[in-house]
């Protein structure tokens, strides 16, 4: 385990949105994102008494394994976007043949994504380390397109938008722009949501 895990402003009860609204974030930047295939949840190893670390993968739909839009362009892409929204790059990993296999990024409240081709599929990953345990697991509608079907959330409980948000954040791709943002980049909330293993080389 890394010992140098982010001071976290958050507990369990914000981790889920926030790391699904990192993805959004992300997703944002990549031009003609063809959407998500399937959204995962994942509870990971903290040592840490009392605190409990979780990760969420979108899987990018089969179709686009093996397109140099998602093999090499959106690495690119993704180096300068998460820079120009002031996010800490960091964790570049080659593959066998010099390309880039693994991206990765983390933002100012401390939740790290990255940008995964390995084992035969392009998958992004968002994670908390080590987060409060206070509060409950409650997550927002799966972001692209993810069908009810495809949305493994057994870690989290999944809760619609009161009916006062924008239909925009249950549609995230209604007009072609991912938007979920309950909170802003620093970790200030900025719109109110009904109550709501390891990381080695991950941080």
């Known amino acids: 385990m890394s010992s140098d895990l982010p001071e976290l402003d958050f507990n369990l009860d914000e981790a889920f949105l926030r790391m699904d609204e990192a993805v959004a974030e992300t997703i944002a930047g990549l031009p ?14 903290c040592a840490e008494e009392g605190r409990e670390s979780y990760e969420i993968s979108y ?14 362009d959106y690495f690119a892409v993704l180096k300068d976007h998460w820079a120009s929204i002031g996010w800490d790059v960091h964790g570049e990993q080659d593959d066998a043949d010099g390309n880039i296999a693994d991206l990765q990024a983390t933002r100012p409240d401390g939740v790290n994504v990255w940008y995964s081709n390995m084992l035969g599929q392009i ?5 908390v380390a080590c987060v409060s345990a206070e509060g409950s697991a409650v997550c927002g509608p799966p972001l692209g397109g993810v069908l009810p079907e495809n949305d493994h959330h057994k870690h989290c409980e ?27 980049v620093s970790g200030r909330e900025t719109r109110r949501f009904d109550s709501p293993g390891s990381y080695d080389g991950m941080i």
């Open 32 to 45: 003609d994102f063809p959407g998500f295939h399937e959204r995962r949840t994942l509870q990971l190893e």
């Open 59 to 72: 899987t990018l739909p089969e179709e686009t394994i093996g397109t140099e839009q998602v093999t090499v």
């Open 123 to 127: 998958v992004i990953h968002s994670q």
């Open 158 to 184: 999944l809760r619609a938008p009161e009916e006062s948000e924008s239909t925009e954040a249950i549609d995230p791709f209604g007009n072609g722009q991912a938007v979920l943002r309950p909170f802003d």
